[in-house]
């Protein structure tokens, strides 16, 4: 279903995502467009990876 090299890649990525997003949160002030982003990107990232585990767990079945 997916290549483990692509697995890394993947994880990689949802990995700066979501340290990324998770670093920034303390810094910007509530409802300004910046804690939107900041949101969206934390869930995002979290969302690609249940999405990552689910096809993982798919293949090493």
Do not use: H, Y
């Not at 990324?20 to 990876?49: D, K, Q, W, Y």
Request: proline share 5%; no cysteine; aromatic share 8%.
């Amino acid at each position: 279903m997916i290549s483990p090299q692509m697995g890394r890649a993947a994880f990689r990525i949802i990995v700066f995502l979501v340290v990324t997003s998770l670093m920034l949160l303390p810094f910007v002030r509530p409802r300004s467009a910046e804690f939107v982003v900041t949101i969206i990107t934390l869930v995002v990232g979290l969302g690609l990876g249940v999405v990552l585990f689910v096809l993982v767990r798919r293949r090493s079945r």
